[in-house]
């Protein structure tokens, strides 16, 4: 059975810290993802990785960075995280190509105070 | 840009009624990919289905059916005899591919279904 797998499914951190949000998938596929998931706005895209040691940025990618050191773990990091930043993460894998559907974690619903 | 909309932000309906979820996409491809994924309470998106730009055939599949139309630009998803069961959020996705590799999902704000018994 496929699986991707995040780290916490619920994270309270303070403005400021830095934040680091793990993924890992099971199932070999090149691409991953990081999304953010708010009321009204459906997911948004922050950033994603095609291969290991490659990524690009997807629609808000400001105030986020990512690392892919594995091809089966790809991370989100906030280097300063603000209140704003208090959302639903996403973490997605897909094997390459746009016919192919993405695999979803169970999310991280993360709240800066 | 791609664009997908989902006019219904949250649609409440009582258990055995048949209900259609609308999804009206925007893209400059002739090639592209259109998904339906469904979250549950317990928060992980579900892979339903995909259609291709090529292939307009209506799909079943149980209580399921979906409805592509390329001269109105829509994806739409009817739950026929609804169940309780069926109560989440739905989303529409398009995907597109890029020059240099990878693929890209964008989707809908989604669709809240409420089911009442």
């Known amino acids: 059975d496929v699986k991707v797998t995040q780290s916490s499914r619920y994270l309270v951190k303070r403005t400021g810290e830095k934040v680091f949000l793990e993924c890992v998938q099971d199932?070999?596929?090149?691409?991953m993802f990081w999304y953010r998931q708010d009321p009204g706005l459906g997911l948004r895209l922050i950033y994603f990785?095609?291969?290991?040691?490659?990524?690009e940025k997807g629609d808000i990618p400001e105030g986020y960075s990512v690392s892919r050191e594995k091809k089966e773990r790809f991370s989100l990091i906030l280097e300063s995280a603000s209140t704003n930043q208090t959302s639903m993460y996403l973490c997605?894998?897909?094997?390459?190509?746009?016919?192919?559907?993405?695999?979803f974690g169970p999310g991280t619903r993360l709240t800066v105070t | 840009a791609q664009k997908v909309t989902q006019a219904q932000t949250e649609i409440s309906v009582v258990e055995k009624e048949d209900v259609t979820l609308d999804c009206v996409y925007e893209?400059?491809?002739?090639?592209?990919?259109l998904f339906w994924y469904k979250q549950p309470p317990s928060g992980e998106l579900v892979f339903l289905i995909r259609?291709?730009?090529?292939?307009?055939q209506n799909e079943i599949s149980g209580r399921y059916s979906w409805n592509f139309q390329k001269s109105t630009s829509s994806f739409n998803f009817t739950i026929t005899a609804s169940q309780v069961v069926d109560s989440a959020v739905y989303f529409c996705?398009?995907?597109?591919?890029?020059?240099?590799?990878?693929?890209?999902?964008?989707f809908g704000g989604g669709t809240r279904l409420m089911v009442k018994p």
């Open positions: 997605a894998s897909s094997n390459q190509g746009p016919r192919y559907e993405q695999y």
């Open positions: 199932m070999d596929h090149e691409n």
């Open positions: 990785s095609y291969d290991v040691k490659m990524k």
């Open positions: 893209t400059r491809d002739t090639t592209y990919y």
């Open positions: 259609r291709n730009s090529f292939d307009e």
């Open positions: 996705a398009l995907s597109e591919a890029l020059l240099y590799a990878g693929n890209m999902l964008t």
